[in-house]
């Protein structure tokens, strides 16, 4: 048991050197409030003076304060000490070449080493100072002295003194591992102990709380503090136990710790007889030291577990971090090729660390040609765009002067060019949503730990591949158009899938073999139907002299009508109704006069429009569907042969291409001696968490080893 608080000692100052606090370890905290006495009680258990003395705050920094009991004829810690002869001396750890044999010098290297960190303005520093005390009038403890609490700021204090004393206190006291020694002046009322209340914020079952009660020779007459120690005012599980410190009078005429211990113990004889072998100072340190012990036999099975836990993470996160660079040129060859490698790999749906929160590499890819590709070609109406209207135009414009018995095959091909065209977009779209893609994969396989080591090499990648991508573009783009020239150029009706237009020319058979007499009746009725038309156009027209001149030529609607009966006029006069609103007869001679300003002769005033709402007859709309469906059955087939050609044109030309000369492009761009230097310069941060880790792991692996230095035995 009393090899327990050594080894805590050691593990102290093995973490204090590395500067970290990842081990929470058993420990002694100090609290109280401004001059209630807790550097006195420090002091009388050390049996020295040794801390700063003086008016206001004097702690202005956490004192870690290791108390190691020496034996006069112990040679073998003197020897570890630089062969000390003094029977005490104390050592820093921020200054351990030099041993400190006079206290009045520890004194002054505490004030020194405060106002190093803290300054001269009064204010405070979490910054612990540590220091060994070696001596044969001491029990070994490890104690925590940390600035009283104070609420008023005074001098050149900040305004949050307050709240920064609070914070560090409670950083102290909250450690699990912690033993609370809270400190009260006797001459104040128990309740309002601000020690006692920050005790109860973290530990509030008082498992680990021990309160002390100084001061007891400065209450009031006729009072005492029987009733406070005895826990009946404010009870505390570790005990209440009362101690009588030095008056300021007996620091000025330098009176002795000894001759301070035994005036206590004549003190406590005198006034509490009862309670005396309860309290004071000999008392509390013998209480100390055993509550420490065991608390550090209680706590060290889940200290033991800690460090080995945190070895272990630290050496996986030192392994991640890569060992010192010897052969550069290697180390660049093997970053390249697992660049390559997991390039390729997120591609092919290999790689090691797949996502499962989002899609990535080539089941995006995937995605980008199957869903999003092709929902977006079947969002691409066959006839959108096209009115009837147009479709009549493009018939009319198809015949030419001559009037057509049956739907012309030009006006079918100019009409589902114009549709095909529709579909160049979306292709090369999709190109550009495979190359964002590709150019993501590179950030997603940036990840590595080698990338974040070289940042030069991984902006040198990135930027090789960037280009590779952005070389392919063109021509995967220009690949993409000439599938869609492809159909373009030549419109196959013999396609097997078109059946559309034999479907079409058999129907059109059986409705003319149906007789003369259907045919006849369906040309009146549409030419009834048109009359009306143009009477209702020639209402609304503006063209007035067009109207005349038809008059004066001595054309009617119903001479018109009968040619078209007689012969194929059908076609002609749904041309003359249709598209010009009205047919324009022979001008009588000598009524055209030609001025000589204009240029080339116009019969008509103005360009010849359909009307507005105009109903279309029964041939037109037959040849509306028609065209129609031609084009809706022929759209279908280019659009199934597009869908199938672009993805295939974007993983030859773009997607394999990088694929296989991606590792060639990296190592022709990157591997020249002149540049490896460069980019296998390493990041900062990199370098100093290797350090930081590496000191961490020495650390770690110290601290096992003296832990495993406790046998089972020894600690029950």
């Excluded at 803290?118 to 925590?144: A, D």
């Excluded at 020239?485 to 097997?496: F, S």
């Excluded at 990296?666 to 390493?682: A, C, G, T």
């Amino acid at each position: 048991m009393e090899n327990l608080i050594p080894v805590i000692n050691k593990l102290q100052e093995v973490f204090n050197a590395v500067g970290s606090d990842v081990i929470q370890l058993p420990q002694i905290v100090v609290i109280g409030t401004q001059s209630s006495g807790k550097s006195s009680v420090l002091e009388n258990l050390v049996g020295r003076d040794f801390l700063p003395r003086g008016a206001g705050i004097v702690t202005r920094r956490p004192l870690v304060l290791q108390l190691i009991y020496v034996s006069p004829d112990d040679r073998e810690i003197r020897q570890q000490e630089c062969g000390v002869e003094a029977e005490e001396w104390g050592r820093f750890l921020h200054n351990k070449a030099k041993i400190f044999t006079d206290f009045e010098e520890i004194r002054e290297e505490i004030d020194k080493e405060t106002e190093r960190m803290s300054g001269g303005n009064k204010g405070i520093c979490p910054e612990p100072i540590q220091l060994k005390i070696f001596s044969p009038h001491v029990l070994t403890l490890t104690l925590v002295d940390l600035p009283g609490i104070t609420k008023v700021p005074i001098g050149d204090q900040p305004e949050d003194i307050e709240f920064q004393i609070r914070d560090l206190c409670l950083s102290y006291i909250s450690n699990p591992n912690s033993i609370i020694l809270a400190v009260t002046a006797a001459n104040t009322d128990l309740a309002t102990s601000e020690a006692l209340k920050f005790a109860r914020e973290v530990d509030p079952d008082g498992r680990r709380t021990l309160a002390v009660v100084t001061k007891l020779d400065l209450m009031d007459h006729g009072t005492d503090a029987v009733d406070v120690l005895c826990g009946r005012i404010i009870p505390v599980k570790l005990g209440i136990i009362g101690v009588v410190n030095r008056s300021q009078a007996d620091i000025n005429h330098k009176k002795g710790i000894k001759d301070a211990l035994r005036d206590e113990g004549a003190f406590l004889q005198k006034r509490y007889p009862a309670l005396a072998s309860r309290n004071g100072t000999p008392y509390l340190a013998r209480t100390l030291n055993r509550l420490l012990m065991h608390h550090i036999r209680d706590c060290l099975p889940e200290l033991k577990t800690r460090v080995n836990v945190m070895a272990a993470q630290f050496q996986q996160l030192l392994n991640s971090f890569g060992d010192e660079v010897a052969d550069k040129p290697q180390l660049l060859l093997q970053i390249i090729t697992k660049f390559a490698a997991a390039y390729c790999n997120t591609i092919e749906g290999t790689a090691k660390n797949i996502e499962t929160t989002e899609l990535c590499g080539g089941a995006r890819i995937c995605y980008i040609f199957h869903e999003a590709f092709g929902r977006t070609l079947k969002s691409v109406d066959p006839l959108g765009g096209l009115t009837e209207l147009d479709i009549l135009t493009a018939i009319r414009n198809a015949t030419g002067t001559r009037p057509a018995l049956f739907v012309p095959e030009v006006s079918f091909e100019l009409l589902v060019k114009r549709q095909i065209r529709r579909l160049e977009e979306p292709g090369l779209r999709c190109i550009e949503l495979v190359h964002e893609e590709l150019q993501r994969i590179i950030q997603h396989c940036g990840t590595q730990q080698e990338m974040l080591r070289f940042p030069k090499l991984h902006e040198r990648i990135v930027d090789v591949i960037t280009s590779l991508l952005r070389r392919r573009l063109p021509t995967t783009n220009h690949m993409v158009e000439n599938i869609v020239a492809i159909e373009l150029a030549y419109i196959n009706t013999k396609h097997p899938d078109f059946e559309e237009a034999k479907l079409i020319y058999r129907g059109l058979s059986d409705e003319l073999c149906d007789g003369p007499d259907h045919r006849k009746t369906a040309i009146q009725n549409a030419a009834a139907a048109v009359n009306k038309q143009i009477k209702v156009g020639l209402t609304h027209s503006s063209a007035s002299s067009n109207s005349d001149g038809m008059s004066e030529g001595g054309w009617s609607m119903a001479n018109w009508t009968k040619a078209g009966i007689k012969g194929d006029g059908d076609s002609s006069s749904r041309l003359v109704a249709s598209h010009h609103g009205m047919s324009q007869p022979p001008s009588a001679p000598g009524s055209v006069t030609q001025s000589p300003s204009r240029r080339g002769i116009n019969l008509l005033d103005e360009v010849p429009t359909v009307p507005s709402g105009r109903r279309l007859t029964p041939h037109e709309q037959r040849e509306c569907v028609i065209i129609e469906k031609l084009i809706r059955s022929y759209f279908l087939i280019v659009r199934k042969n597009i869908q199938d050609s672009v993805p295939k044109a974007i993983m030859h030309f773009l997607v394999n291409y990088v694929k296989d000369n991606l590792q060639s492009e990296l190592v022709s761009h990157l591997y020249k001696q002149e540049e490896i230097d460069k980019l296998l310069e390493e990041s900062e941060h990199i370098a100093a968490r290797r350090r930081e880790a590496s000191e961490m792991m020495k650390a770690l692996q110290k601290a096992s080893q003296i832990i495993s230095e406790i046998r089972e035995t020894h600690v029950w």
